[in-house]
């Protein structure tokens, strides 16, 4: 056997050790690297290079032994913590649900069975995230990008297909992560990262919007709003961390140039009267005048503890549609104890996992679970702000594994899995190292010409 | 003179952590400093070495980076965080407690304490 098959042989028993395929690469350089400086040292000492080399592996002790030791350090940790408030969420989101529509008179099995197979769905999914490799979506971040732009528009031309455009405010949740997938690839980039991060928001904005505006009950402007404040927020972040490298003053002065732009273009085209007749149905101004009413009643008159019988079921029979204002249901027929005790539990969720998220050590695990948690807080707060009366005109939307909406609750199981994901091997990832100049398509060095096909 | 390894396996910890206090290190120079520094007395094996210290960087007492040696080589350096200083002073402490009582058991005399 000639040498260095010799080291990859001892190599390779130590990695069988290590359960964690993606430590093998890290442990077989640094090992190889101890074993031919010690195999050198040797060969210094004249001894022949063949017997230096067999020293040097016995010298390293048995592989055995050694990748036991390291498989340790390895071990991936699936953070249950949030597993079981996760699954004390969705059960107390599907009795709600059953409560809500049982007082209502809602007798719709359709419903229980669709609930329970969209669980059933989101529980695979969340699983297949969870062993998924999330460092994909920094690496194939465009691609990914571009699948889900040209996915967006394959629906929307498929209408023929019954209900198909439903799906569209679902993909919206998926979004914001892809986007911090952009983010990550353009870091280092400066000034112009930024920008790049801002164009490739305002292209889903801009086509989401001209597909609202032809008409669709599907997607609201809010949500398109929801998706994009979102993102925005992800992006600070990203401009305060100093991830673009840059000052920040300036960075945060282009993310607010950047909206006052949009903002104003956006009222600039609502004010054209076809648009301004529009406005109504794409906010649903109109059915939402009367829910106001009815929740300052009840908030006005809920007690701590206990049902408030004034307004009626009936009455907020014809306002809750579906479970769009379970919340401010839960204040009308428990008390105002019911709503702090949603508070308590979502809020402590929320910062838990956010405290994880902060103590990741690569950039792209930090990008990654910080946008899934920026996702569910803009979901929660709109939820809650709108059940209790304000924003009046915009649409509570869907609740984070509570409210009904199946499609909504199987994509933010998939955010689920991949948020455990980076918690299970965030602390193992390295970012990529910084493009430098150098890496160019063709480079010359060494008199060789030199193409570069990665990336 | 050969020393009992179960005396050494006890501070290893330790002294890595205070080979690297001043200057960030790849395993096979620490192996090789600490040989220099204790007079070839302390002759640290790899399979000892390379799992402690992938263990003190899960346990966030030190910062791996990989440098280019040359062409092909990519080295792993080794560099103290500040928690890992916390752990050494810690370590370095229960260290003089230990000595120290264990001469005054063997020599007799008072316990110094540690300043």
Same mark, same amino acid.
């Given at each position: 056997?000639?040498?260095?098959?010799?080291?990859?042989?001892?190599?390779?028993?130590?990695?069988?050790?290590?359960?964690?395929?993606?430590?093998?690469?890290?442990?077989?350089?640094?090992?190889?690297?101890?074993?031919?400086?010690?195999?050198?040292?040797?060969?210094?000492?004249?001894?022949?290079?063949?017997?230096?080399?067999?020293?040097?592996?016995?010298?390293?002790?048995?592989?055995?032994?050694?990748?036991?030791?390291?498989?340790?350090?390895?071990?991936?940790?699936?953070?249950? !913590?949030?597993?079981?408030?996760?699954?004390?969420?969705?059960?107390?989101?599907?009795?709600?649900?059953?409560?809500?529509?049982?007082?209502?008179?809602?007798?719709?099995?359709?419903?229980?069975?669709? !609930?329970?197979?969209?669980?059933?769905?989101?529980?695979?999914?969340?699983?297949?995230?969870?062993?998924?490799?999330?460092?994909?979506?920094?690496?194939?971040?465009?691609?990914?990008?571009?699948?889900?732009?040209?996915?967006?528009?394959?629906?929307?031309?498929?209408?023929?297909?019954?209900?198909?455009?439903?799906?569209?405010?679902?993909?919206?949740?998926?979004?914001?992560?892809?986007?911090?997938?952009?983010?990550?690839?353009?870091?280092?980039?400066?000034?112009?990262?930024?920008?790049?991060?801002?164009?490739?928001?305002?292209?889903?904005?801009?086509?989401?919007?001209?597909?609202?505006?032809?008409?669709?009950?599907?997607?609201?402007?809010?949500?398109?709003?929801?998706?994009?404040?979102?993102?925005?927020?992800?992006?600070?972040?990203?401009?305060?961390?100093?991830?673009?490298?840059?000052?920040?003053?300036?960075?945060?002065?282009?993310?607010?140039?950047?909206?006052?732009?949009?903002?104003?273009?956006?009222?600039?085209?609502?004010?054209?009267?076809?648009?301004?007749?529009?406005?109504?149905?794409?906010?649903?101004?109109?059915?939402?005048?009367?829910?106001?009413?009815?929740i300052k009643i009840i908030i006005y008159r809920a007690k701590l503890i206990g049902t408030n019988s004034f307004p009626s079921i009936q009455e907020m029979y014809n306002h809750l549609y579906k479970t769009d204002y379970m919340v401010i249901y839960l204040i009308s027929k428990y008390g105002w104890i019911a709503f702090i005790i949603y508070i308590t539990i979502f809020t402590g969720f929320l910062i838990y996992a956010f405290r994880l998220s902060i103590k990741q050590k690569s950039v792209l695990a930090k990008l990654i679970s910080q946008s899934i948690l920026i996702t569910y807080t803009v979901q929660i707060i709109r939820y809650t702000a709108t059940n209790l009366g304000f924003p009046s005109f915009i649409k509570p939307g869907n609740l984070l594994f509570i409210s009904y909406g199946n499609t909504a609750f199987v994509v933010n199981m998939i955010l689920m899995g991949l948020l455990l994901s980076v918690f299970r091997t965030g602390e193992f990832t390295r970012d990529d190292k910084k493009l430098s100049?150098?890496?160019?398509?063709?480079?010359?060095?060494?008199?060789?010409?030199?193409?570069?096909?990665?990336? | 003179?050969?020393?009992?390894?179960?005396?050494?396996?006890?501070?290893?910890?330790?002294?890595?952590?205070?080979?690297?206090?001043?200057?960030?290190?790849?395993?096979?120079?620490?192996?090789?400093?600490? !040989?220099?520094?204790?007079?070839?007395?302390?002759?640290?094996?790899?399979?000892?070495?390379?799992?402690?210290?992938?263990?003190?960087?899960?346990?966030?007492?030190?910062?791996?980076?990989?440098?280019?040696?040359?062409?092909?080589?990519?080295?792993?350096?080794? !560099?103290?965080?500040?928690?890992?200083?916390?752990?050494?002073?810690?370590?370095?402490?229960?260290?003089?407690?230990?000595?120290?009582?264990?001469?005054?058991?063997?020599?007799?005399?008072?316990?110094?304490?540690?300043?």
């Open positions: 056997m000639n040498q260095p098959d010799k080291i990859k042989a001892y190599l390779d028993k130590v990695c069988e050790q290590v359960r964690f395929r993606k430590a093998h690469n890290s442990i077989r350089n640094e090992l190889n690297n101890h074993i031919i400086d010690q195999r050198d040292e040797y060969i210094q000492n004249d001894i022949d290079e063949e017997k230096a080399t067999s020293k040097a592996i016995k010298q390293m002790g048995d592989p055995i032994n050694i990748g036991t030791e390291l498989d340790i350090s390895y071990r991936p940790k699936i953070q249950w !913590s949030i597993i079981i408030i996760t699954s004390l969420i969705i059960i107390f989101g599907f009795i709600l649900r059953y409560i809500v529509t049982k007082d209502i008179g809602y007798t719709h099995n359709f419903e229980l069975r669709n !609930s329970i197979i969209s669980i059933i769905l989101g529980i695979g999914l969340m699983t297949l995230m969870l062993y998924i490799d999330f460092t994909a979506i920094g690496k194939y971040s465009k691609a990914i990008y571009i699948i889900l732009v040209l996915l967006t528009i394959f629906i929307h031309f498929s209408k023929f297909i019954f209900r198909i455009w439903m799906y569209i405010p679902a993909l919206m949740i998926l979004f914001p992560v892809i986007f911090s997938g952009i983010i990550y690839t353009l870091r280092n980039k400066g000034y112009a990262g930024i920008i790049i991060s801002v164009i490739s928001l305002v292209i889903p904005i801009i086509y989401l919007l001209i597909i609202t505006l032809k008409g669709y009950s599907g997607i609201l402007i809010a949500e398109i709003a929801f998706m994009s404040l979102s993102c925005f927020i992800i992006l600070t972040t990203a401009v305060l961390n100093k991830w673009f490298n840059k000052k920040r003053y300036i960075g945060l002065l282009i993310i607010c140039i950047s909206i006052l732009l949009i903002t104003a273009a956006a009222t600039l085209l609502f004010k054209h009267p076809y648009l301004t007749r529009k406005i109504p149905y794409m906010f649903d101004f109109v059915p939402h005048k009367s829910i106001n009413s009815v100049t150098k890496n160019k398509f063709i480079q010359l060095s060494d008199d060789k010409i030199i193409i570069n096909l990665r990336r | 003179m050969k020393i009992d390894k179960s005396l050494l396996s006890g501070s290893t910890t330790m002294l890595i952590l205070k080979l690297i206090e001043k200057k960030d290190m790849y395993g096979y120079q620490m192996i090789d400093e600490l !040989s220099k520094q204790s007079n070839n007395i302390f002759e640290l094996k790899a399979g000892t070495l390379y799992p402690l210290l992938h263990n003190l960087e899960k346990r966030q007492m030190v910062h791996s980076y990989e440098v280019k040696a040359d062409s092909s080589k990519v080295r792993k350096y080794y !560099s103290i965080t500040k928690k890992g200083r916390g752990l050494l002073k810690e370590k370095h402490n229960e260290w003089s407690k230990y000595t120290n009582t264990v001469k005054k058991i063997l020599e007799g005399g008072t316990i110094c304490e540690p300043a």
